[in-house]
């Protein structure tokens, strides 16, 4: 069975950074896009960063040029390094992939929570 786990979160001060970390582990898999999205209680939980299986990556406006995602593809990992971390990225992040076994299924992680403080 095919599990997410993430790694990377904690409480860091205003201009500070953090490195997120996700592993895919389990039975022979083929992983395709690996996506990191965040939610904060009473909202709903937003796309952060994407990544494909061919490098390609996209970001939400309100992260771009503060965080970067990248992935390593012989570990079935995939990071998000968080820069320049303000008040309002407060929240828990998801990594979030969609892998192929003998079918193509979506798998979240479960969560770690990252805290700014001012």
């Known amino acids: 069975q095919v599990q997410l786990v993430e790694s990377g979160g904690g409480l860091v001060q205003v201009g500070g950074s953090l490195r997120l970390s996700c592993a895919a582990s389990?039975?022979?898999?083929?992983?395709?896009?690996m996506n990191w999205y965040r939610q904060v209680p009473g909202k709903q939980r937003e796309l952060v960063a994407g990544?494909?299986?061919?490098?390609?990556?996209m970001y939400a406006d309100s992260v771009k040029g503060r965080f970067t995602i990248s992935r390593d593809n012989a570990k079935n990992t995939v990071h998000l390094e968080m820069n320049n971390l303000k008040p309002e990225d407060t929240a828990v992040y998801y990594c979030?992939?969609?892998?192929?076994?003998?079918?193509?299924?979506?798998?979240w992680g479960q969560g770690t929570q990252v805290t700014v403080s001012s």
């Open positions: 389990g039975s022979t898999f083929r992983v395709n896009a």
């Open positions: 979030y992939a969609i892998i192929t076994t003998h079918y193509k299924a979506q798998y």
């Open positions: 990544i494909s299986s061919d490098g390609s990556t």
